[in-house]
Each structure stands twice: as C-alpha cells, then as structure tokens.
C-alpha cells in the first residue's frame, strides 16, 4: 500500500490521458496536495475556510481557491524561502490554466507594469549623487560578535571599520595619476581648512574693525551716550525696552570705569607696591595651578595607555581618562582664573579678558600637551599593525563626545536641580550656599570656540567629525537655550561681546593654527620614516605619502606645467613671493596712514566747524544787542526831540 500511495514525479502520458484535460488538472491538484508545505497549512484553511472547505480537505483535494493579493506580488517580494516561491509558481500556472485569456493578459500587464515603475524608481534613484556612495558605505559596515553599544563611546569595533575614521578610506579603484583616493582625500582636508581659514580671517578682521569704532565710540562724554545713544527707527514696544535696558547697562559700565580710573588715580606709591606684590603672586599660583593641570593630563593619558584587562565599566573610564581630565580642568581652572582676577585689582573689562587670556592659554595648551604625549607614545609591539591614525582620530572623536556629555548632565543634573532647590526651598541652607546661579558667556563661548578647534585638529584622522560636531553644537545650543531661561537669572554687571570678540576670533585661528601643525608633523614624520610605518591606514598606506603621490601626479602632467609647478615649489620662488607681499603690505600701512591723516584732517575740521559756530553765534549775539541799543537810543532821541507844531 505504502508504494501505490507514494508520489511519483514521472508520468507516461497515453493518447487517452493527453487529451483529458480533467485528467490533467486533477492530477496537478494531487500532487500540489500532496506538498509538505500544503500539507502543514491544511489543518489552517481547514479551521478558516469553512465546512465546505473543509469538505473538500477531507476529500483530499484542495483548490486553489480564491486569488489574494499576493498573486500579484512579484516573487521577490514575497516573506517565504525558496520551495515556498517554488510552490507559489505553481499555484499561479494552475490558476492561470482556469482563467481566460482576456485575464491571463490583464494579469501579465499588471505585473509588467509594476516591474517597468520599480526599474524607473530605481534608475531614478540611482541618479542622486550620494545613493550609490551610501550603498557602497553600508555593504562592508558588519557587526561582529566582540561589537557592543560602548563602542559607540569608544570609538571602537564597529564604529571603527566605518566612514568615520580615516581607515576605512581605501585607495579604491581610481589609479589615474591625478585622480588617486589619496591625492584627492588630502585635497579635500586642505580644502576644508582653507576655507576655514578664509571664513576667520574675515571675521576676524570685521570684528577689529568694529572693536575700533566702538572703543572710539565709547571713549566719547557722557552727553553723546544720553542724547545720541537712542535709535529713532524702533517701533515695537520689545524691541524699546530691549534698548533701553542696553543704554542703562551700557552707562552703568561707563560709570563703573570711571568711577575705577578715579580711584586708581588717588592710589598711593605704598598701596601701588602693595597691589604689584600682590598680583605677582596670584600670577605665580596661576603657573603653579597650570602646571598641576598639565602633570593631572600627562598621568592620565599614560594611564589610559596601559593594556591591563578589566571590567566593562573600569575600561570605559579608563578609556575616557584624559577626555574626563582635560574636560574638568576646563571647567574648573576658568572659574579660579575668574575667581582670582577679581583680587588683582583691574577693571572690569580688563578682568573679563584678562580670564579670557588665561582660559585661552590654558585649553589649547592642555590640548596641545594632549596631542605631543599620543603621538610621543610607543605603540605595543601587540598594537603595531594596528591603525595608528584611527587611534588618533579616537582620542579626539572621544573629546567631542565627552564634551556634549558634559554639557547634557550639567544642565540636567545640576543646574536643573538647582534651580528647583532655589524656588521650591528659597530660605534653606542649600539654596543659599548654591547662590544664584548665572550664564558666564565668556566660558560657554570658550568651550564652543575649544570644540571648534577639536574638530579641526581631527578632520584628517576623523572625516566625519565636523559633521558630528555640527550635530553636537546644533543640540548645545538647545540645551543652552534651556539653561538661560529657565535656571539662570540675569547678570548684574554688563560683559561688552564687542571688546572680547577679537579674542574669541583670535582663538580660532590659534585652534586651526594648531590644526595645520599638528597635520604637518604627522605627515613630516611618515616622509622621514617610511619603511616603519607598519600601523599607517587608509588612502596613505603602503607606504604611501603625500609627496610620493603628489610627485606621481606632477610627473604625469606636461612638461611646461612641470617646469612651473616645480619653480612655485622651489626656493627661488619665495624672493619674489616675499617682495610682493612686502609690497602689498607697504601699500595697505601707507592707506592706513593716508586714512589716519585723513580722519585727524576731519577731526580738526569738526573742531574748527564748533569754533566758526561759536563765533557766529557770538557775533549774532553781538549784532542783535548793537541793534537792540540803537532802537533804545533812536526811542530815547525821539521822546527828547518831540516834532514842531505846524505853527511854527
């Protein structure tokens, strides 16, 4: 019994059984029956379709039945392995032997139509210029078995075989002399940072341009504040009260300056001795407080370079170590700095840049010790192939990150807090030692002007870092935003942005003058070590630098363009090229000096014009009393002389 019932997929078609069509179809029915896959979704449709279902189920026959929406599909698109797909063809072909030809048609040009819209969507997709780069990013982006969420905070595993650090850049399938992955991967980093450049020296400028007009502006009397300071053209009543409350602060400074200048006037030659003493102590405890802070991140970074095997937890810190320690002392040495300066005895703006100075000095050279003891560090004789640009790049992607960190929980955690301490238990102890709580702007635009820098200083190892900065700034400013209306109240004394914008500007370019050097010594350091860069990745590795490509494609250009880019790069190019910018120079301090001539010739002339005004309005007065006297001494004559009667 069990052989007659077993399936055979062979059949000798007779004369008879070909030209039984019943036959036919009854008996692809009684194999389609006899699949295992219909056989486990029978008791299914059995339970779901019915009696009559279910009668034809006990009868051993079962249907087709009615056409879903997944007739329609392509195959492709159907959730089901192979032998399902295989199952569903055959479904499709035993419908279509009971339909008509008019259906068997319409169904054809449906699926036909749906595969010309879904090649058109995906030709049309393919035009957008990042579509084919996205796909070719995300094909060998896997996830191992060691990768966890912490290396998205370390910067490791997975995160490290992605477009975000310079490893992942291959030199790919471009070989053209000029057209190399690495020749146009440093292009781009150059390109970046030229430009940066461009935007900061103009702001930079603009910026002293205003400080000069303004310091003039504001060393004028106090009647061109009063009557001159307020702008007719305002209308809103918000925009009034916002420059009201701007004149107000802005003649409290004033006031507060000179009140200081007269009372730096009355100083005695004891109480001047007295005061230098003084701040040359503060100014020694400031060195000796930098120095601690330096030893705190040379400790720390070796610490973090120790390969000793720990927990999860005690790795992360010990991963974040320098990150925590540079961040800290950038929060905590400015506050002493601002602390400090108020006992040296200097004017209000002169301590606000004064702490501005010292914060500057402080967070790039922190950075800038940070940045000589990773690349001073010997790699491990296990870490050698390892990629030591990544590795850079990490150091600084974990800078970025721990900085927004910072800037989340100190707003959440702590001044949120604080502020519902302050309002909800106004008379306790706490309420009063926290004090009321103030946005400094100088330290906030610090940090933001330090993130900046970090940016720069990583776009070679990290490609992806001013975009995640950009990320990171963009949620900051919300975060801030949160911090000053609702946990901060506002300042009493006024900080004039206008005096303190050149330094933020000179700042950058200090930041991204740190950027092109650091850049140069790495790449010096490959040119003068090639054959020991065994860690080196991405575009440059193989033994492979920036000049040994750049020359590649020098040499395959013609000879005239040789010959003029190899006289720009030599030295006989730089005495003409200092002579013109001496040139250039002298020109723009001899406009200077015509300008300043110029506005002293203008100064003299308003000082003359207030004279020959003064003058009329003497003589005016003059003319007007000699007429008044002449009236009064014609009255006179006339009430003495009276007129002769006609009689006479």
Not at 468 to 475: D, M
């Amino acid at each position: 019994m069990e052989e007659h019932n077993s399936v055979s997929f062979l059949r000798c078609l007779s004369e008879e059984s070909s030209q039984s069509s019943d036959s036919y179809e009854y008996y692809q029915t009684e194999i389609f029956d006899q699949l295992p896959s219909v056989q486990a979704l029978r008791p299914v449709q059995a339970y779901q379709g019915g009696p009559e279902l279910g009668k034809r189920v006990s009868h051993g026959q079962l249907s087709p039945g009615p056409r879903d929406k997944t007739s329609t599909q392509p195959l492709r698109n159907l959730v089901l392995c192979i032998q399902g797909k295989r199952n569903a063809r055959d479904r499709r072909n035993m419908q279509r032997s009971k339909i008509s030809c008019w259906e068997s048609w319409r169904r054809s040009q449906n699926i036909a139509t749906k595969r010309v819209w879904a090649q058109m969507g995906g030709a049309l997709s393919g035009l957008l210029p990042w579509q084919h780069t996205l796909h070719t990013i995300e094909e060998p982006l896997r996830f191992g078995e060691d990768d966890s969420v912490l290396d998205f905070f370390l910067g490791s595993g997975y995160l490290d075989r992605s477009p975000v650090f310079l490893g992942f850049y291959t030199p790919g399938s471009l070989n053209k002399p000029c057209l190399k992955t690495p020749l146009l991967y440093f292009a781009g980093i150059l390109t970046i940072l030229f430009l940066s450049l461009i935007m900061v020296v103009h702001r930079t400028i603009v910026g002293y341009k205003h400080t000069w007009m303004l310091g003039r502006r504001y060393s004028t009397n106090m009647s061109y504040k009063i009557f001159c300071g307020w702008d007719f053209t305002i209308q809103d009543p918000i925009a009034a009260t916002l420059k009201r409350s701007f004149i107000r602060n802005d003649l409290k400074l004033f006031l507060d300056e000179q009140r200081f200048s007269l009372r730096e006037e009355q100083r005695t030659l004891g109480q001047r001795v007295f005061l230098y003493l003084l701040r040359f102590i503060l100014n020694v405890l400031i060195l000796s407080l930098l120095g601690g802070a330096f030893c705190l991140i040379y400790y720390a970074t070796r610490k973090s370079q120790e390969e000793i095997k720990h927990n999860w937890l005690v790795s992360l810190l010990l991963q974040y170590l320098p990150s925590i320690t540079i961040t800290s002392i950038n929060l905590v040495l400015p506050l002493i700095f601002r602390k400090i300066s108020s006992f040296e005895d200097y004017s209000f703006t002169t301590q606000v840049n004064a702490t501005l100075v010292r914060s500057i000095f402080l967070k790039l050279t922190s950075l800038g010790i940070f940045l000589f003891f990773i690349f001073s560090t010997k790699e491990p004789e296990q870490n050698v192939f390892q990629c030591r640009q990544n590795k850079f790049g990490r150091e600084m992607y974990k800078l970025c990150i721990f900085n927004f960190l910072t800037t989340f929980c100190t707003a959440f955690f702590l001044n949120y807090p604080r502020m519902l301490v302050k309002e909800k238990l106004p008379s306790s102890l706490l309420a009063r030692l926290m004090g009321k709580q103030r946005f400094l702007i100088t330290f906030n635009v610090l940090d933001l002007v330090y993130i900046q820098t970090v940016s720069w200083v990583g776009v070679f190892y990290c490609p992806l870092l001013p975009l995640i900065g950009t990320v990171t700034l963009t949620a900051s400013f919300y975060i801030k935003k949160f911090t000053v209306l609702q946990c901060c109240v506002a300042e009493q004394r006024m900080f004039r942005g206008s005096s303190s914008s050149v330094l933020f500007h000179f700042m950058l370019l200090l930041g991204l003058l740190m950027a092109a050097v650091t850049l140069g010594l790495n790449l010096h350091q490959q040119e003068l070590t090639p054959d020991k860069n065994l860690s080196s990745c991405g575009p440059f590795g193989n033994d492979k630098t920036v000049l040994t490509v750049a020359g590649d494609c020098v040499d395959s250009l013609p000879s005239l363009a040789q010959s003029t880019l190899r006289y720009l790069a030599s030295e006989a190019f730089a005495l003409p090229l200092i002579l013109a910018e001496v040139i250039i120079l002298t020109s723009f301090v001899s406009r200077r000096q015509a300008n300043q001539k110029a506005i002293e010739r203008l100064k003299d002339m308003l000082v003359m014009s207030s004279s020959d005004k003064r003058f009329l309005v003497k003589q005016h007065a003059t003319i007007l009393r000699g007429k008044r006297n002449n009236y009064r001494v014609l009255s006179v004559d006339i009430q003495e002389d009276p007129p002769s009667s006609p009689t006479e």
